[in-house]
């Protein structure tokens, strides 16, 4: 090695030396707690790899597929939501692979930055120890069971976008720079073309904005308030305009319209407020009956926040990110646990709120002016998080997968689709086609086939929407062109979803279709109650007799016709 080389790496290392040195203990103390979360989280994540999709993530990652192989939004594949989605998935299924474990693989590095994210934001907006109190809250809450915490669902992605806009409102908080007003619209603006209800994020930003701008104590100056609205809006239509952008370029700007407005209507009417706050009690129930203490220690903040001494800011910026990010499970009165991932970035700031501002009171109102106090709050918090892996170490490091799925979906076939995926990927080429009878289109992902017809969910075609009967004979026309080898029927009610005015043609037609043409060559007997189901094959059928009232019929094409 050269002599200016060694001048070289000498230099490096005494500048990582006194970066290190100008930390405060605080600072070091918060670094090293996000990078053991950081381990703990990839440890546990890596436990998830290979569960087994629930349909809207497979619906979800094969319209990624789709996407990349050159499939247009809303013409050959849909869904009730704006294009975001399908980029979003896009962009996983390219860089990690089409399998269930790069798709875990992917999401894991999501959960991580935006574990990250959150904590610096916390760091620049509160304290060094606020940041670690939030990243633990989020880290650990976001695996929550029955929140789909280990799902790919695209809620983690909208919690990523609005970490993101978080992390980037903590710079505009500091200095009202361009730059990060552009940067804080354009995140919320994608978390709002991942799914539709980040919109409720996007109001948030722009309250914020302007809150913080009228609860400035330098004089007001009206130029600088629409200055800052306007690049924040400016951020938020600029994504939302080149999405709409490339999509009216594939020639699909009608039909996007009509699936993520019009079709969701129908959607959001179906439930009545008695019912959906049924729903929202029981939903809320399972989901923190093992991390309230998280919950409530976050949501504490909603008090405290109104002690004597805490700026307008804090007090405004808390309740509203906590308001807005609840709304974002609100519209249709579903409250579906995966729903409840969008409120969680609010959730974690929440956290390090209630930190932040219990310790300012403990200092600056009751005169303790020692620094133990808040080390030994954290020391608290991490010992109770601690306590809390434990409790639920079988879940977090010896997961069982099929009990898990039947413990937050009930009876839904979703270890059953991949079974049945395993044997299909065993027993076929990449010729032969399938098509499923059911709401299983994470079928076509295992598979890595396409379904025959542009309607892989099948609910569409059997919810008694305005034009389900014309997509029944267009399905059925895209099936009989396929003459696909393997035809899977789910006679399972969730999977089928029929409503009492869906069209029946497209029963009549199956009936027709698969006894002059096929033969069943296996079942899965799901008996209501059990964890594990039947699987009965070939020539195992002549003596089996089905348990249960929900069956999967298998059926393979008969060779002459």
């Known amino acids: 090695m050269s002599k200016q080389n060694i001048i070289q790496t000498s230099s490096d290392k005494q500048g990582s030396k006194s970066l290190i040195q100008k930390l405060t203990k605080e600072e070091k103390v918060s670094y090293t707690i996000l990078l053991g979360l950081i381990f703990l989280v990839v440890l546990i994540r890596s436990k998830f790899l290979l569960i087994p999709f629930e349909r809207d993530e497979g619906a979800y990652s094969y319209y990624g597929k789709l996407l990349l192989q050159g499939g247009i939004p ?84 909208v919690a990523f976008f609005t970490s993101l806009g978080i992390f980037f409102y903590s710079f505009v908080v500091k200095k009202s720079d361009w730059k990060y ?37 330098k004089p007001k100056v009206i130029k600088e308030f629409f200055r800052r609205t306007f690049i924040y809006s400016i951020g938020v239509l600029l994504i939302i305009g080149i999405f709409f952008l490339i999509v009216g370029i594939k020639g699909a700007y009608k039909e996007m319209i009509y699936w993520s407005i019009e079709v969701p209507k129908q959607y959001v009417s179906t439930i009545k407020w008695e019912d959906g706050k049924k729903y929202l009690e029981y939903t809320y129930d399972t989901i923190t009956k093992e991390y309230k203490l998280f919950w409530v220690h976050a949501f504490f903040a909603l008090i405290i926040v109104f002690l004597r001494g805490i700026s307008s800011r804090i007090k405004f910026m808390s309740v509203s990110l906590l308001f807005f990010s609840v709304l974002t499970i609100f519209p249709g009165y579903y409250f579906y646990g995966h729903y409840w991932i969008q409120i ?72 059953e689709t991949a079974k049945i995926a395993d044997y299909i990927n065993a027993n076929s080429s990449a010729e032969d086609n399938i098509v499923a009878i059911g709401s299983e289109p994470q079928l076509y992902f295992y598979t890595k086939k396409r379904c025959p017809s542009r309607h892989a969910y099948f609910t569409a075609l059997v919810f008694g929407s305005q034009h389900h009967a014309q997509w029944q004979r267009e399905f059925v026309k895209d099936v009989e062109k396929a003459n696909p080898r393997y035809v899977i ?66 059926y393979e094409r008969i060779k002459s016709k």
């Open 74 to 157: 809303y013409k050959d594949f849909y869904e009730q939501k704006f294009p975001g989605i399908f980029y979003f998935y896009a962009f996983i299924v390219g860089i990690f692979g089409e399998t269930v474990k790069g798709m875990h693989i992917g999401f894991t590095i999501l959960n991580i930055l935006t574990i990250i994210f959150l904590f610096f934001a916390s760091k620049r907006m509160f304290s060094p120890l606020a940041g670690a109190i939030t990243a633990i809250s989020y880290a650990i809450v976001s695996l929550t069971p029955n929140l789909s915490g280990f799902t790919v669902q695209s809620e983690h992605g």
């Open 181 to 217: 007003l552009l940067l804080m619209g354009i995140a919320l603006g994608c978390a709002f073309m991942v799914k539709t209800t980040g919109i409720f994020l996007v109001f948030w930003g722009g309250g914020v904005i302007v809150t913080d701008f009228l609860c400035e104590k």
């Open 344 to 415: 969680l970035p609010g959730l974690a700031i929440g956290s390090g709120i209630t930190f932040y501002i219990v310790n300012e009171f403990i200092k600056n109102t009751m005169g303790f002016k020692s620094e133990k106090v808040k080390y030994i709050y954290i020391s608290i918090f991490i010992i109770l998080f601690l306590m809390h892996l434990n409790k639920l170490k079988d879940y977090y490091f010896n997961p069982n997968y099929d009990r898990i799925l039947r413990t937050v979906y009930g009876n839904n076939p979703f270890p």
């Open 489 to 554: 029927f789910y006679n399972h009610p969730i999977s089928l979803m029929v409503q009492p005015n869906a069209d029946k043609y497209l029963f009549e037609w199956f009936n027709k279709f698969i006894t002059e043409g096929y033969k069943v060559i296996g079942i899965v007997d799901m008996v209501e109650g059990y964890m594990l189901s039947t699987y009965v094959w070939h020539e195992q059928l002549e003596t089996y007799k089905p348990q249960g009232p929900n069956i999967i019929y298998i």
